[in-house]
């Protein structure tokens, strides 16, 4: 190996581990994401404040979080997160093949499971959405209130 092959070598090392590295973060935010979306609404349907649902919930939410250190989620990022989850509950299915603790994904794919036996999901597999589009292209996603059309940017993303 001469000199200039020892800085390709390197390079492509560098190269395919940082997009490996960004990729696996991306779906780590985007799991975080539809579980806090999750959250929120299990929250807003069995809730002691569910007179308080939408703005100002998420509103106290944003403030709380931002206390705990935990940046960038403002009431409108929590509302995509909430539409996230209402858009896309079968992730529920998948939650055991990342590398959650149980105590995360089992409370979530027991309940989830019950509600998805009458759905039928007819997009895109839900690890290959996770895997190759990003938290941003599924916020453009999930605001897509026609199905098909919303069926048919997943294929093409």
């Not at 979306?37 to 709380?64: C, F, H, M, S, W």
């Not at 705990?68 to 299915?93: A, D, H, M, T, W």
């Not at 290959?128 to 294929?155: A, C, G, N, P, Q």
């Amino acid at each position: 190996m001469d000199f200039e092959q020892l800085i390709h070598a390197c390079e492509q090392a560098h190269n395919y581990l940082q997009g490996t590295a960004i990729s696996a973060v991306n779906q780590s935010l985007t799991i975080r994401n539809w579980l806090f979306g999750y959250y929120i609404v299990e929250y807003e349907q069995n809730g002691e404040d569910r007179a308080k649902y939408g703005t100002e919930l998420l509103n106290k939410l944003a403030d709380r979080l931002s206390g705990k250190k935990i940046k960038g989620l403002y009431e409108r990022n929590l509302r995509n997160c909430r539409q996230f989850y209402l858009v896309y509950p079968e992730i529920s299915q998948v939650l055991c093949d990342y590398a959650l603790p149980g105590s995360i994904w089992r409370s979530v794919t027991a309940k989830s499971h019950k509600e998805q036996k009458d759905r039928s999901f007819t997009g895109v597999d839900i690890n290959m959405l996770l895997s190759r589009i990003s938290y941003t292209h599924i916020i453009e996603l999930i605001w897509e209130k026609d199905s098909t059309k919303r069926v048919f940017y997943e294929v093409e993303a």
